[in-house]
C-alpha cells in the first residue's frame, strides 16, 4: 500500500488521467442510462404526444417537453422527421413542415436540460456550482433567445421552410449515410444491459435514479481529477490550442457533436471544466453554438435516408434555425453570457432555484402551455 501511495505521488497526472478516463466512461453511461430508463417510459409517449400537434404555439412546447423526457433533441428530430416523412402531421406536405419546424425549435430548448442537470451534483461547493452552472445555462440563454426572436418570424413568414425547400432541390435524390458514434459504441452495449434488465422486472424509474446517482459520483471524480491536471498546465493547453479562438472553439464544438451524435453529451462534457477552473464561459460559448450545428447532422442524414423531400426540408429547417440564432446572437454574445452568469450568481446563493428551473422550464410550463392550447 505503501509503494502504491509513493508512485501516486511521484506521478499524480498518470493517475488523475487513469482516474478522469474512468469516470470519464461512467459519466457517459450514466447519461445513456438516463435516456434509456425514460425512453423504457417516455418514447412512446414522446411519440404520442409530437403527433397530436395541430398548433404552431402548442408544437413549440411539445418540442421542449418531448426532448425533456428522452433526453436528445437528435431522437426528437429524428421522430418528426419520420413523422412528416410518413405524413402522420398531415398528407399535405406543406402543413407538415409549417407543425413540424416549432417542434424542431422547441427540441432546441429541451436538449439543454441534460447539461444543466450536469452541473447540480456541484451544488454545494458554491464558485465550483457557479461557474459550471453558467456554463450549462448559456446555451439554454441563447436557445431562448433565438426562440423568442426566430419564433415569431417563422410564424409571420415561413422563411425556414422557404430556404430549406430551396436546399431540398439541390440534394435530390441523395441517399443517406449512418455515422457511427464512438461514444455509443463503447457504452451502448452496457446501457442495453442494464435497460433490458429494469425493462424485465419493470422498474424504468430505477434506472434513472441510478443513473442520477452514478452521475453525480462520476461528476465529483472528473472534477477533482480534472484540478489535479490543471494544476499541470492543462489549462495552458486549451487555452492555446482546443479553445485559443472563438473560431476554434465553435469548429471543435461541430466536430465532436457531429463525432458523438449528440450535443447533449459535448455540452454536458465541458461542465465539470468549467466547474474545475479550466474553461471560462467566454471559450465555452462558441463551443455551444458549434455543437448546436453539429446536432443537426443525425435527422439529416434520417432525412436524407427517407428519401421524403419533406422531411428532408424539415432537418434543412433546423440547421437554418441554428445558423440564423448564431449569425443573429454571436455578435450580441454578452447578452446570453450576462444572463448566465447572473442567473448562476442568483442559484449559488439560493440552492433551490437551480432544481426549481429545472422542473418549472423543461416540465411544468410546457405541460401547461400542451394541456391549455391544444
Given at each position: ?5 509513493d ?14 478516463i474512468v ?50 433533441s ?6 418528426v422527421v ?42 454545494n ?48 435524390g ?30 424504468p ?7 442520477i446517482?452514478?452521475?453525480?459520483v462520476?461528476?465529483k ?8 491536471i490543471?494544476?499541470t498546465r ?22 465532436l ?6 450535443s ?12 474545475a ?11 455551444t ?17 427517407t ?21 443573429l ?5 454578452k ?6 452568469r ?10 433551490i ?22
Amino acid at each position: 500500500m505503501k509503494r502504491i501511495k509513493d508512485f501516486y505521488k511521484q506521478y499524480p497526472i498518470l493517475f488523475a488521467s487513469i482516474q478522469l478516463i474512468v469516470f470519464l466512461y461512467l459519466f457517459f453511461l450514466s447519461l445513456g442510462m438516463m435516456g434509456g430508463s425514460l425512453k423504457l417510459f417516455g418514447k412512446d409517449f414522446s411519440e404520442t404526444l409530437i403527433a397530436t400537434t395541430s398548433n404552431p404555439f402548442v408544437g413549440l412546447f411539445i418540442g421542449i417537453l418531448a426532448t425533456s423526457i428522452i433526453q436528445s433533441s437528435s431522437s426528437t428530430t429524428s421522430i418528426v422527421v419520420g413523422m412528416v416523412a410518413a405524413g402522420a402531421f398531415s398528407l399535405d406536405p406543406e402543413i407538415s413542415i409549417k407543425l413540424a419546424i416549432p417542434i424542431i425549435m422547441g427540441a432546441n430548448i429541451g436538449t439543454s436540460i441534460t447539461n444543466t442537470i450536469a452541473s447540480l451534483p456541484q451544488i454545494n461547493r458554491s464558485n465550483e456550482f457557479k461557474r459550471a452552472f453558467s456554463a450549462a445555462t448559456v446555451h439554454d440563454f441563447f436557445n431562448f433567445l433565438s426562440v423568442i426572436i426566430l419564433f415569431p418570424l417563422q410564424l409571420a413568414t415561413n422563411f425556414l421552410g422557404i430556404i430549406a425547400t430551396k436546399m431540398e432541390e439541390l440534394f435530390s435524390g441523395v441517399g443517406g449515410l449512418q455515422f457511427l458514434s464512438p461514444v455509443k459504441a463503447i457504452t451502448n452495449p452496457v446501457v442495453e444491459i442494464v435497460k433490458d434488465y429494469f425493462k424485465e422486472i419493470d422498474l424504468p424509474w430505477l434506472m434513472f435514479v441510478l443513473a442520477i446517482l452514478l452521475l453525480f459520483v462520476a461528476l465529483k471524480y472528473m472534477v477533482s481529477s480534472l484540478k489535479i491536471i490543471v494544476v499541470t498546465r492543462a489549462k495552458d493547453w486549451f487555452d492555446n490550442y482546443l479553445f485559443k479562438t472563438a473560431a476554434r472553439a465553435f469548429a471543435l464544438g461541430i466536430i465532436l457533436t457531429i463525432m458523438v451524435q449528440s450535443s447533449s453529451i459535448t455540452t454536458s462534457l465541458i461542465v465539470p471544466m468549467a466547474g474545475a477552473g479550466l474553461l471560462t464561459l467566454e471559450q465555452i460559448f462558441p463551443y455551444t453554438l458549434g455543437s448546436n450545428i453539429g446536432t443537426t447532422i443525425t435527422a439529416i442524414l434520417a432525412a436524407l435516408l427517407t428519401g421524403s423531400p419533406a422531411a428532408i426540408i424539415v432537418a434543412f429547417a433546423h440547421t437554418l434555425f441554428n445558423i440564423s440564432g448564431i449569425v443573429l446572437l454571436w455578435p450580441l454574445k454578452k447578452l446570453p453570457i450576462l444572463l448566465a452568469r447572473n442567473f448562476a450568481e442568483y442559484s449559488t446563493r439560493n440552492k433551490i432555484i437551480p432544481v426549481t428551473y429545472v422542473i418549472v422550464l423543461f416540465f411544468l410550463i410546457p405541460l401547461l402551455v400542451i394541456f391549455i392550447f391544444n
